[in-house]
């Protein structure tokens, strides 16, 4: 059975730091790409980051370039999404994701699996 589980979220400052999980089992990241999206309030669900399965490049939404760094351990079957200088515009819902096109292709939100998502709030 696949399941994607998302930990790390909680509530921080802006200019804070939260570091974000998403445990992997039912397949191992060498046969996916894992991409990380977030939702707001009243907005639609938007990819913040991916990670291939073998490609070392991963990508990455504008407004988090240089304030996010998304990694795997492999051994743990297990994608991060290390957030730091978070502002508030950061706050939502992120999910992540499994991504048959392992980051190669924008599919938009055709994934094949999805976590349930962790809350991130960013404020003051």
């Known amino acids: 059975q696949v399941q994607l589980v998302e930990s790390g979220g909680g509530s921080v400052q802006p200019g804070g730091s939260l570091r974000l999980s998403c445990a992997v089992s039912?397949?191992?990241?060498?046969?996916?790409?894992i991409k990380w999206f977030r939702q707001a309030p009243g907005k639609e669900r938007e990819p913040v980051s991916c990670?291939?399965?073998?490609?070392?490049?991963?990508t990455y939404e504008d407004s988090v370039k240089d304030r996010f760094a998304i990694s795997r351990d492999t051994a743990k079957n297990t994608v991060y999404l290390q957030m730091n200088m978070l502002k508030p515009e950061d706050s939502g819902v992120y999910y992540c994701?499994?991504?048959?096109?392992?980051?190669?292709?924008?599919?938009?939100?055709?994934?094949?699996?999805w976590g349930q998502g962790t809350q991130v709030t960013v404020s003051s």
């Open positions: 990670i291939s399965s073998h490609d070392p490049s991963p």
């Open positions: 994701a499994a991504d048959p096109a392992n980051c190669f292709a924008e599919l938009g939100l055709n994934m094949d699996y």
């Open positions: 039912g397949f191992t990241l060498d046969h996916y790409g």
